[in-house]
């Protein structure tokens, strides 16, 4: 008897789950709510690590690195060339704004918004983890590449000339507050997400969820706005067939053509790095202009001048403790007023204490 109300009992709870879980996982169950619920997902932010999670083990770091090396992402935004690259904090990128765009300008981007980078090297520091991409600021030499022959005299046989720096690669280094804590490769990609998606299935998408919303849904209708950049031009209607370089007054720019009649033809002009004219020929004739800004892009932030500090109370000096007395000027005081002292071969008249007056007694 008692075994029959058992599996009774069994039999009862088995049905009660797998009616529950088909409910939720039915195809046609509330595909509305389901929408809802992985937008919410989406919006969500990153896993946050509880500051008391512990170090992380051996075994983690094992894991990481077998995970993540030799992996390919899509970049959220530009990595510089060289041995500057990036510094994410909680969150925040670092260099941003006018610091940013001066080391790519001067250096190059090793990999633009959307573009695949990837991860060749990762290395578990203190209080950090250390991402090389696309082979890193630095080449590595292979095991046989540091074997090194030498002949009669200590002279290297095979020694390999190849320049230490890569011109193709950069890193991004990920700060904790006090140490690397234990945590999952999901957590870290999370972590990595604003420099780094690991869930863009190509480039395009990578790119489109760089930008902002207006933007991506003119690329995604390949239309042209007043306001956008050369790269969103790029994304929205492709390398154009034609390109004319024209000058208007002191300001030169070029003139993108796509189209030929008896199409559609638009007429793109790009002042700098920025779309300011779209002119569109229709099939019929009908002329439309556009001059007016339809996206305003953020600029870079200019970093504020700095005004020249007041000397300090206690300014380094020369002097020894004791020699500074209070009728020495100081020198925002403005110069020294000091007597000139005629040479010694001239004369001086009576009175003077001057070089010349010894002269003239020694004769």
């Not at 990762?122 to 080449?139: A, C, L």
């Not at 008249?349 to 010349?356: A, E, F, L, V």
Request: include cysteine; charged fraction near 25%; aromatic fraction near 6%.
């Amino acid at each position: 008897m008692d075994r029959l109300c058992a599996a009774a009992f069994l039999a009862g709870t088995f049905l009660a789950t797998s009616a529950t879980v088909y409910g939720q996982n039915r195809p046609g169950a509330d595909q509305a709510s389901g929408a809802t619920s992985s937008a919410q997902e989406s919006t969500e932010p990153a896993v946050v690590i509880p500051s008391n999670a512990p170090r992380i083990s051996k075994q983690t770091r094992l894991e990481i690195i077998r995970d993540f090396e030799t992996q390919l992402a899509y970049a959220r935004t530009a990595f510089p060339i060289g041995s500057k690259g990036l510094r994410l904090r909680d969150g925040v990128i670092t260099p941003t704004g006018e610091e940013l765009q001066q080391a790519l300008a001067l250096w190059g981007p090793a990999v633009k918004p959307g573009d695949p980078a990837h991860i060749s090297f990762v290395q578990i520091k203190n209080d950090h983890i250390h991402f090389e991409i696309n082979g890193g600021p630095v080449h590595r030499k292979k095991w046989y590449q540091r074997v090194q022959i030498s002949g009669a005299g200590g002279t290297p046989v095979n020694g390999t000339n190849e320049p230490a720096t890569n011109p193709h690669g950069s890193f991004v280094d990920l700060y904790f507050a006090r140490y690397v804590p234990e945590m999952t490769a999901g957590q870290l990609r999370e972590l990595l997400f604003p420099v780094l998606d690991f869930n863009a299935r190509n480039k395009e998408q990578a790119y489109l969820d760089t930008v902002p919303p207006k933007v991506k849904e003119a690329i995604v209708a390949h239309h042209v706005l007043v306001g956008m950049n050369t790269e969103m031009v790029l994304h929205a209607k492709g390398k154009p067939p034609k390109k004319v370089r024209e000058k208007d007054g002191d300001n030169d720019y070029e003139e993108w053509i796509y189209g030929e009649p008896p199409a559609d033809v638009d007429f793109v002009r790009i002042v700098g790095d920025e779309v300011v004219r779209v002119e569109t020929m229709k099939v019929g004739g009908q002329k439309i202009v556009r001059t007016e800004k339809e996206i305003i892009l953020e600029k870079p932030e200019q970093e504020a001048k700095k005004e020249p500090e007041e000397r300090p109370a206690s300014a380094p000096s020369l002097r020894r403790p004791g020699e500074d007395s209070q009728d020495v000027p100081k020198p925002s005081e403005g110069p020294v007023q000091t007597r000139p002292v005629p040479p010694p071969d001239i004369p001086q008249p009576p009175g003077n204490n001057g070089p010349g007056e010894i002269v003239s007694t020694r004769r």
